[in-house]
């Protein structure tokens, strides 16, 4: 049992490698700094600050404060918005299905920084559905934006 | 008292030439939460998609469907015209 929490444990700790790699950081750094261990994460069942978040359309504060089952909380935060997250995948894999022309993209990390969190939501028919919440939608704007094209479309 | 309808054939020329210059349809309105998630509502196209800020879902599925129902309404405009002169 502990021999294989450990080999999940390696190959959650090389595809996080890959993504920093990629990102020219070195092996065990956060991006930005500030955030918890990448390995700490992945024990935790929580997403690692080096994850790309994603979520369809132009991203302007007013489509974030007024997506399907979002609400604002006392302090002004968004609670609820739907996106798509998940260790060491890029952006292409993970707006496979959002049908958006555009996308915007940020990391769990720059959520985090600002005051926010990512959890994970999955369903078994779309495993990397997360739910990002605590920012303000003029934050989330700031974060999600310029958008790009989505690759998938 | 006559009961013919006359039709503005000059205006609707005018809506055959707009739907021409349209995007390859058909076209989808894909709603947040109903048959799309993680992103806004927006509209497929037959080659790609449209996104829009300030559009209510009802907006969306308006715009979304016209692409079918103008062609729709022409056609049974026509066949009345046909059907009442023939």
């Given at each position: 049992?502990?021999?294989?929490?450990?080999?999940?444990?390696?190959?959650?700790?090389?595809?996080?490698?890959?993504?920093?790699?990629?990102?020219?950081?070195?092996?065990?750094?956060?991006?930005?700094?500030?955030?918890?261990?990448?390995?700490?994460?992945?024990?935790?069942g929580r997403l690692p600050d080096s994850a790309l978040v994603c979520r369809g359309g132009l991203c302007t504060a007013d489509r974030f404060a007024n997506g399907t089952g979002v609400t604002l909380d006392a302090a002004g935060n968004l609670q609820g918005v739907s996106v798509q997250s998940a260790a060491g995948k890029t952006v292409q894999e993970l707006t496979v299905g959002v049908k958006n022309p555009k996308v915007g993209v940020t990391t769990v990390g720059d959520i985090r920084?600002?005051?926010?969190?990512?959890?994970?939501?999955?369903?078994?028919?779309?495993?990397?559905?997360?739910?990002m919440c605590g920012i303000t939608p003029e934050k989330a704007e700031e974060l999600f934006t310029p958008v790009q094209p989505n690759p998938n479309r | 008292m006559s009961n013919k309808v006359v039709l503005d054939e000059k205006r609707l020329d005018a809506i055959r030439e707009r739907l021409k210059l349209t995007t390859l349809g058909p076209w989808v309105a894909y709603i947040e939460g109903k048959n799309h998630e993680s992103g806004s509502s927006c509209i497929g196209t037959g080659i790609g998609g449209i996104d829009l800020d300030g559009a209510t879902d009802a907006d969306i599925e308006f715009m979304a469907h016209a692409r079918q129902d103008i062609p729709y309404l022409l056609a049974e405009l026509e066949r009345l015209k046909a059907e009442s002169s023939g």
């Open positions: 049992m502990q021999q294989h929490q450990a080999q999940i444990l390696n190959d959650r700790h090389y595809m996080v490698a890959g993504v920093f790699s990629a990102l020219g950081a070195g092996v065990g750094d956060t991006i930005g700094g500030g955030g918890e261990p990448e390995e700490e994460a992945a024990i935790a920084r600002a005051g926010g969190d990512v959890v994970p939501s999955g369903t078994p028919g779309n495993p990397d559905h997360c739910t | -």
